[in-house]
């Protein structure tokens, strides 16, 4: 069984671009959660998503963060017009069910993002 | 708002003793879940240990444990007989209603031979 996957590792774009991080749940899953970790810093909770809903997104900047869990394929972070500031490694995080602290998320590798 | 604060940006241990990282929270809710992870120079997060505050007994796993302390709200890690690959960040969190979980900024463990 696979764990979490998320491609890429390490992404690298120019300020201005576009960035597209990939998240497929451990199979089974139908719960994600995207993380931001800061450089020296503990990760940061984005938002949390079922399939093809938002359930919080209070941790997601307003501008320029969006974030998806389609019906088919994986969840995707994405970032317009990326600045110096979102260089960060963001982690994605699936649970087979919600509702308690219980479930337990498990953690993929994490995408290192560097904005040049 | 959950808060998560560990005060202890860098410890070391010699191998083989033990070694006491330490937490602190801050919530309003009475049924919730606190975890600690490792997360190794690959990056990958790692749960090491969970405790239900509704338990009274401290969680264990192996050389790890907890001093779970609901009344203080202090959620310690004790690890015993401590091993290189023990070296590592460790992340103290919690987790309330429903899963989204809170973390702490972070303790650096390094393990000296």
């Known amino acids: 069984n696979a764990g979490v996957m998320q491609n890429p590792r390490h992404l690298v774009r120019r300020r201005g671009q576009e960035a597209r991080l990939r998240c497929s749940p451990m199979k089974g899953h139908s719960h994600v959660y995207w993380y931001r970790q800061l450089p020296e810093e503990g990760l940061k909770f984005m938002v949390y998503l079922q399939k093809e809903n938002i359930i919080d997104e209070s941790g997601m900047p307003k501008e320029r963060f969006s974030a998806e869990f389609p019906k088919e394929g994986p969840s995707i972070l994405r970032i317009q017009q990326v600045v110096r500031g979102d260089s960060a490694a963001y982690f994605c995080a699936s649970s087979r069910q919600s509702g308690t602290g219980s479930d337990e998320q498990f953690f993929g590798p994490g995408t290192r993002l560097t904005v040049l | 708002a959950q808060t998560v604060t560990q005060s202890q940006p860098e410890m070391s241990v010699q191998e083989a003793e033990t070694v006491t990282l330490s937490c602190t929270y801050d919530?309003?809710?009475?049924?919730?879940?606190l975890f600690w992870y490792k997360q190794p120079p690959s990056r990958q997060m790692i749960l090491v240990i969970r405790q239900e505050a509704y338990k009274q007994q401290n969680a264990t796993e192996n050389r790890f444990s907890v001093n779970f302390q609901k009344a203080a709200k202090s959620f310690s890690l004790k690890i015993s007989d401590s091993q290189l690959g023990d070296a590592a960040m460790y992340f103290c969190a919690y987790s309330g209603g429903y899963q989204k979980v809170t973390f702490g900024i972070g303790t650096k463990l390094q393990v000296i031979p």
């Open positions: 919530t309003s809710e009475s049924d919730y879940y």
